[in-house]
């Protein structure tokens, strides 16, 4: 898997010191809760600790000199509100589908702004660090607060920090996390005399919420389909419903989805790959992810006897953490740093349980860079690889490499070479999905697709 | 014991008394029933005979609640699959006929009543139904026969001698059939080979361990076509013991391996390999001295990857088939 590239020209690592700052942030779950003072989380990054109404003062201030670098910002990365709108609009048209396919729009003048709007502050001309080849390619990026739209909302600013520094990074969690901050968009949302909700609600207000959130981190899949199924409600509404009315109604179906979609989902997943482990079984997993690590720990209360293997991410080590919590609830953990000696640590194994970004139509599962390279390798040694997926990370779109759809890792981007953060894995490498609905194989994958748009 | 209340609500116009209704399906055999069933129609496969025998089933019960008679069908489907080694084809029927029952009652409006004198009018519907089934099968998949090809098959399927019957009807004589013995059964052996060469095709018997041999030898063998006990719900099959080691010896020599199967085998079951079949099946026996016992009936799993196609009466089908029937039927994968 190419997830590690040389490039020729030189560059600034323009994340590095910026990310620091909000990585020891608090967990991203509070603050939604607390979403209206996003100030107050965020104490560490500076800017953070000014109150909406100075925040205002502030950004007026500054309106003519944001606006001129916003503007190219954005027009660079090919997603002017006008290109983002169509990230959820129903996805009909492909130009408009969310994320990467935005930003593969603009690929041809892309790089040459991205480093410059990761690091506004630099006003020096940055050189392209990814080659023209990886230009589709997107990108999280840090934004400065006071350079986002002055519509964006509070909770959702906060959202779009973390999301651009990694603070949320799993699908799952950012979905959850998309939502929650769109309930508070929604509940501080009034309707402005002659026009009314459905129609208004949608293009003045949640679509620059949506381009912000696109610009601090490419939508992932499941956000993709959330979205698009949020507008479809919107859509849905009654014009003649009062204001308070349609808002609990939205809401409550938010916490339906919420409820059914995730909550239900990673339930249930946990529960069938609990069950597929048996005794004295070795089970390999890859870095961290939170469906595998319950998966695990309910086959260990269950009374299950089994080992695991944890090989680590190299890049991120997520797996650490994971491994301790494993060996906390009494599980034999084998802790392996990268995936050097795969083979080896391969041998004794009887399952591989790894985790999906998002599943294709084609039955390929996007995973974190790496997970490739363990399916191929337990696939040759007749090892069976089952992924975990929730159906809302289901996409109908089709991709047989890593490099249609992919992000390029902020922290990683230097002169001599970045890392990609995900890899696709063929249907052939993979034995079993697991999800919500239950076990299947990757090429049901379009089955389950066309069953779940019948709900 | 709500249940008790609502059906004696329910009874009152019936004059049936609650207490009989509980002795009555007790009494009722379902095991018995299964197997004289299957005993009394050759042409009845198991996933049918479990159908007809839960029919029969509702026959002896009285009309009670929806509720309770579903509690009974459940009780009675449990009873009959625990009676037998391998319950997965049965389970395949009784599953289907809960299906049946939930998704006519969601129908009629919840009328149980209705739905339950249409199933004992139509009693006979579902055997009849498989058997016109079996006939598509052989309908859809002949032509796959071609002049001059030889067909490689193994066990005893109705629906692959049903689909080599009607290829013969169309080529006689055009096509040849390599048959693969069972040594533990002998006498299904002999009949299966009597009955292709009444057919006019010519039959060369061999042994498992000749396969690969006859496989290797170039065009000596054109396609294998098996039959299967249950489909698994991502293509697979369940199928006698030996269906696997053919479907890895095609596969390595590139040759075909279809599988002639109606869609009422079709089940939600998934396995994920040959460790789990869904009911234990020891296959080895060590000893020092004396020899190993023999099962009876022994299966294993054919995964979807060693298959070429799928012949079922709604056509030819890529393993990928099934899934999509299994959620079309129950909306759901699994379980």
Known sequence: ?455 | MATAEASAKELAPTTELPIRTGSDSADFDIVATYHSLLKSDPDLTKPVAAINALIALLNTVPSTTVYETLDIIKAHSERLKASVENPIPLAAGTDLFNQYIMSSLKQQDGSFDAVRQHLLRNGRLFAQRAVEARNGVAEAGWRYVTEGSTVLTHGASRSVTGLLARAARSRPGKFKVVYVRDEWRPKESDRVVGELRQLGIPTAEIDLATVAHVMASLRRVSMVIVGAEVVTQSGGIISRMGSYQIAKLARSSNIPFYVAGETHKFSRIFLHDQNKLGFKQSVLDFRLEGSSSHLENPVDFTPPDLISQLITENGVKLPSYVVEQILDIYGSLNG
């Open chain 1, 1 to 455: 898997m190419a997830t590690e590239a040389n490039t020729s020209a030189p560059a600034e690592p323009p994340q590095a010191p910026a990310t620091q700052n909000t990585q020891k942030e608090t967990q991203p779950k509070d603050q939604k809760a607390k979403g209206e003072q996003p100030a107050k989380d965020g104490e560490p990054a500076g800017e953070k600790k000014l109150s909406g109404a100075e925040k205002k003062k502030m950004a007026k201030e500054e309106k003519a000199a944001r606006r001129a670098q916003a503007k190219a910002a954005q027009a660079s990365q090919g997603q002017p509100s006008g290109g983002q709108e169509g990230a959820g609009d129903g996805g009909k048209g492909g130009k408009g589908r969310p994320k990467q396919d935005g930003q593969a729009g603009g690929q041809h003048k892309g790089h040459h702004a991205k480093p410059a709007a990761a690091a506004p502050v630099v006003p020096k001309e940055v050189k392209p660090a990814v080659p023209e080849c990886f230009g589709h390619l997107s990108m999280a990026r840090r934004i400065n607060i006071t350079q986002a739209d002055k519509d964006v909302d509070p909770a959702v600013l906060v959202l779009g920090q973390h999301m651009s520094t990694f603070a949320l990074s799993d699908s799952i969690t950012r979905l959850e996390a998309t939502l929650y901050a769109f309930k508070k968009v929604i509940d501080s949302y009034t309707t402005p005399i002659g026009t009314t909700f459905s129609r208004h609600f949608t293009s003045h207000v949640l679509n620059p919420q949506i381009d912000y959130l696109t610009a601090c981190r490419p939508m992932c899949f499941s956000m993709g389909n959330a979205i698009r199924w949020l507008k479809l409600q919107i859509s849905k509404i009654d014009i003649d419903l009062p204001d308070l009315e349609a808002k609990k109604l939205l809401c409550e179906s938010i916490d339906n989805f919420i409820h059914e979609r995730v909550t239900l989902a990673d339930f249930v997943i946990a529960n069938t790959a609990a069950e597929l482990i048996e005794d004295d079984q070795v089970v390999l997993t890859y870095a961290h992810h939170h469906l595998v690590q319950r998966a695990l720990l309910q086959a260990q209360e269950q009374g299950k006897q089994f080992r695991v293997v944890l090989i680590d991410d190299a890049f991120e080590r997520v797996g650490v953490e994971h491994s301790k919590t494993l060996a906390a609830a009494g599980i034999p953990v084998t802790y392996v740093s990268d995936l050097g000696a795969l083979r080896s640590n391969l041998r004794d194994v009887s399952v591989v349980l790894v985790a999906a970004e998002a599943m294709f139509s084609n039955g390929a599962m996007y995973a974190r860079s790496g997970t490739c390279d363990i399916a191929m390798a337990a696939k040759d040694l007749g090892i069976q690889v089952v992924a975990l997926c929730e159906t809302i990370n289901f996409t109908e779109r089709v991709s047989i490499d890593s490099l249609t759809y992919n992000e390029i890792d902020p922290e990683r981007l230097s002169d001599v070479g970045f890392r990609l953060l995900f890899d696709t894995t063929r249907d052939r490498y993979i034995s079993t999905i697991i999800t919500e609905l239950g076990n299947a194989s990757p090429t049901a994958v379009p089955a389950i697709l066309r069953k779940l748009e019948e709900l």
